[in-house]
């Protein structure tokens, strides 16, 4: 079986809640300039907003640098993606 075949034999497996229609109706709205000032003032002060998202791995102190599990990844997301979250 392909993964693909396999990622669509999950999926249709799966039983997802199912959005309503007024819900819909909400998130097929403009987003608004109140939405986004709001969001603005969610994000914090002093960090710089990047051009794209980046995810670097960091090597936890003392250990084995050969081994995957010695690394944890940090996720450095662009201010629009920050915006997006807080919507």
């Keep these: 079986m392909s993964n693909s075949s396999c990622c669509e034999h999950y999926l ?13 109706n909400i998130l097929d709205q403009p987003v608004t300039k109140g939405e986004i000032l709001r ?8 960090k710089s907003p990047g ?3 980046l995810i670097l791995l960091i090597c ?7 081994l995957p599990s010695s690394y944890r990844p940090i996720s450095l997301l662009n201010v629009n993606l920050k915006l997006i979250t807080h919507i």
């Design 12 to 24: 249709k497996s799966l039983t997802l809640p199912k959005l309503s229609q007024e819900g819909r």
């Design 39 to 46: 969001a603005l003032t969610c994000l914090q002060s002093g």
């Design 51 to 53: 051009l794209n998202a």
């Design 60 to 66: 936890k102190s003392e250990k084995d640098r050969t």
